[in-house]
């Protein structure tokens, strides 16, 4: 069965400040990995994701992941936090192979506040 | 705009009574999803439907929910006999034919049901 565990459910950085947001998984099979982000009253918009081509993965908004199968992590980064970035973080993952329809499991998400 | 649109947005009903939600996909897209997602929880996956047919439900999905997509089209969710922990955010997204599980999901802003 596949799962993710997200670490931390606030995180708050200032302004500037680099924003790590901590995604692992846990899966039997190769998986497809996702960021997704939700700011209030909107659905999820995807940030990126990753397929099993390159590990570090770019995404919208300047953000980054890195896939860590030694890890098995899929850690969200971005050099410098804008007063923008501040919403609801969410980590998903749904396996390559196993006749899964592309149902992405989803971790608790992770609320970023940006201090000016 | 083209994105996925809910119906309604919010609900307020009162315990035992019948609610049913609309979701519009994108148009084109033939896969299309139904989440829930509670207070402080990732959104859980309930259903998935190809076109009209409906392939894959959780067993969150009890026997008093039911989703139809009648024709490929729009979809609908109904939730018979509403209970307090029936109370969340509903969440729909739609995604193109693709290869695979790779294609992105695009979600739409939800409908949240409050029973009393």
């Known amino acids: 069965a596949q799962s993710v565990t997200q670490l931390g459910s606030h995180v708050s950085v200032s302004e500037g400040a680099l924003v790590l947001l901590r995604c692992n998984y846990s899966?039997?099979?190769?998986?497809?990995l996702f960021w997704y982000v939700q700011y209030p009253n909107q659905g999820l918009q995807l940030l990126l994701k990753?397929?099993?081509?390159?590990?570090l993965v770019k995404g919208i908004n300047g953000f980054e992941a890195e896939f860590k199968k030694s890890e098995t992590s899929f850690h969200l980064t971005k050099p410098s936090a804008h007063m923008s970035d501040a919403a609801e973080y969410f980590c998903?993952?749904?396996?390559?192979?196993?006749?899964?329809?592309?149902?992405?499991?989803f971790g608790k998400g992770t609320k970023l506040s940006v201090k000016p | 705009d083209t994105g996925v649109s809910q119906n309604p947005r919010h609900k307020i009903t009162k315990r035992g009574q019948n609610v049913t939600f609309r979701c519009d996909p994108i148009?084109?897209?033939?896969?299309l999803y139904w989440y829930r997602q509670t207070l402080g929880q990732g959104p859980e996956f309930l259903t998935y439907?190809?076109?009209?047919?409906?392939?894959?439900k959780s067993r969150l999905l009890s026997d008093r929910f039911s989703a139809e997509r009648p024709k490929g089209s729009f979809s609908t969710l109904e939730i018979q006999r509403t209970e307090q922990g029936d109370s969340a955010m509903y969440l729909c997204?739609?995604?193109?034919?693709?290869?695979?599980?790779?294609?992105?999901?695009?979600f739409g802003p939800g409908t949240r049901l409050t029973v009393l």
């Open positions: 990753y397929t099993s081509a390159a590990t």
């Open positions: 148009s084109e897209h033939n896969r």
């Open positions: 997204a739609s995604s193109p034919r693709g290869q695979g599980v790779v294609s992105e999901q695009f």
């Open positions: 998903a993952v749904t396996p390559l192979k196993g006749g899964s329809q592309g149902n992405l499991i």
């Open positions: 899966s039997s099979v190769p998986p497809y």
């Open positions: 439907f190809q076109n009209e047919a409906q392939l894959e």
